[in-house]
Structures are given as C-alpha cells and as structure tokens.
C-alpha cells in the first residue's frame, strides 16, 4: 500500500528551511522510503530538510561569500519613516547592516524573494505575491531567486532559470503545482535521470525538447546558478520564502505572522524606501 510512503514524503516537504548537515545520532530516524516520484538521492534529501527549523532567524554556519557576506543584522532601521506603531524593527523585520547591492537603478525599489518551486510554504504565498504583483507600484523591481542549499535544491534552480531562459515563467506555478499538491519532485538519482524527467515534464507543458536541453545546459543558467548560490550565502538563508526589501531589510511570514500582512510590510518598507 503506498499511502504511507506519499505520507512520509508529505511531513518531508514540510520543512522549508536548511541548515549545515550536524553529526548523526547515535540512533538516526529512518528517512522516507523512495517512491517513484522520490529516488532514493531526493528522499535522502528531503529527510535532512525535514531536521530544520522553519524560521530564517536562526544562526546559520554558510561560509561569508566574498567582500559582499553580511556582516551583521541589527535590529533598528536607522529612522525609516514607517507607519507608526505598525511594524517593529527586529520583531516584523531585521535591517542589515551593511545594506548590500542591487540591481534596481535609482530612484527604484528592488523587492526579492528567495524561494524553492517545491516548498509549501513558498506555495501558500504565491496568490498572494501574484496578487500584490499585479498592482505594485511601477517603481517596485521584483525579483526572484531559487535558493540552493543542497544537490535537489540545485537541481530546482536549474529547472526554474531554464524557464526563465525559454520565456516560459508563466510555467512556474505549474511547476509548484506539480511538486507540491502532486508530490512529484522531478528529480533523479543522476543529474542525467534529472534532466530527462525535467524535460519530459516540460516538453508535456508544450516546450520543445530541444529547446529545453539547449536551454538547461546554457552558461546564462550556469551563470544565474552561480548568482543564487552567492545570493543563498551572502543573506545567510535559512528559511523560505524569504524577502529582501532593496539589500536592506529582510523578513517572512513567520516575522509578518501573516502572508497578507507580509505584503503589507514589503509595501510600506518600499514605500519609506522610495521617499527616503
């Protein structure tokens, strides 16, 4: 019967967050049985994702990346002009200090969320940042990075630049629909079994196959690759969804306590950006 394995892979997927792999126990819980939508390499995986905390507060050991690694989070905003008594510094949200690059020419706002296609969480929050996307202001940048923590997460990555890569984000939603309510992850046990089942799924959404493969192994995907690692690193991630209002400010739904209120957040601290 396998009701129990579809189980095992639902508690695993749980778990958004990630930290360094610590010791194993003298006495290790078994991990989830593979299925044929987990291969043994992603049930492994998933049952090291399902030892982490939830919430992107805690310290994490991802090595610095480079001049840019944070060096700090401080948790007053140094005099951002937010609607009083609405949110509080180190409580709705962190400041960083130092504030980090981005992307967004003045007189813009750049809004980021780090996220992974096959993690609930993220998912639960899509309608509302697709709602919010819809009428943001002109002046917001939005941005989306995939985080990578581990070879699956990776594997994900690659699967979401590809799409960006082809024009076909409009297939990322299908994407989470696929990994979250059907329990398929679309990863294998090689990075060859990988790829043929990422792009067996995307030929399925009318891709050509061709153009998958070109796009998949393309250097732009190696290069945004790259990027999110860097990205994952340099904001100490441990958590997703995880949003970063113009390298300055983070926070999440747990901080927010609310997806709708998390949106408001983002709202009012690119607002206070805007007019700084």
Not at 158 to 171: E, F, H, I, M, N
Request: some cysteine; overall charge negative.
């Amino acid at each position: 019967m396998k009701r129990p394995l579809i189980v095992a892979t639902l508690l695993a997927l749980t778990a958004c967050g990630s930290r360094e792999p610590a010791p194993p126990p003298p006495a290790p819980a078994a991990a989830p049985a593979p299925t044929a939508a987990t291969p043994p390499r992603a049930a492994n995986e998933l049952a090291q994702a399902s030892t982490s905390q939830e919430s992107a507060g805690n310290e994490t050991d991802h090595a610095d990346s480079g001049d840019a690694s944070l060096e700090r989070m401080a948790a007053t905003p140094g005099g951002t002009p937010l609607p009083e008594g609405k949110w509080q510094a180190g409580t709705d949200y962190n400041a960083l200090v130092p504030a980090q690059p981005t992307s967004s020419g003045p007189g813009r706002v750049e809004v980021m969320e780090i996220f992974w296609l096959a993690c609930p969480h993220c998912y639960e929050l899509e309608p509302f940042l697709q709602g919010w996307l819809k009428s943001k202001p002109a002046w917001i940048d939005f941005v989306r990075v995939p985080v990578i923590w581990q070879p699956m997460h990776r594997a994900h990555a690659r699967l979401y630049y590809t799409l960006d890569a082809l024009g076909r984000l409009d297939l990322v939603r299908k994407a989470m629909d696929t990994m979250v309510k059907e329990h398929t992850l679309l990863v294998g046990d090689s990075d060859e079994e990988t790829e043929r089942l990422m792009q067996r799924w995307a030929v399925a959404q009318g891709v050509s196959a061709a153009d998958f493969a070109n796009a998949y192994n393309s250097f732009t995907v190696n290069a945004n690759l790259q990027r999110a690692e860097e990205l994952t690193n340099r904001y100490r991630v441990e958590g997703v969804p995880f949003i970063v209002v113009n390298g300055k400010y983070t926070t999440d739904v747990t901080h927010a306590r609310a997806e709708s209120r998390l949106i408001e957040l983002i709202g009012d601290l690119a607002a206070a950006e805007h007019h700084h």
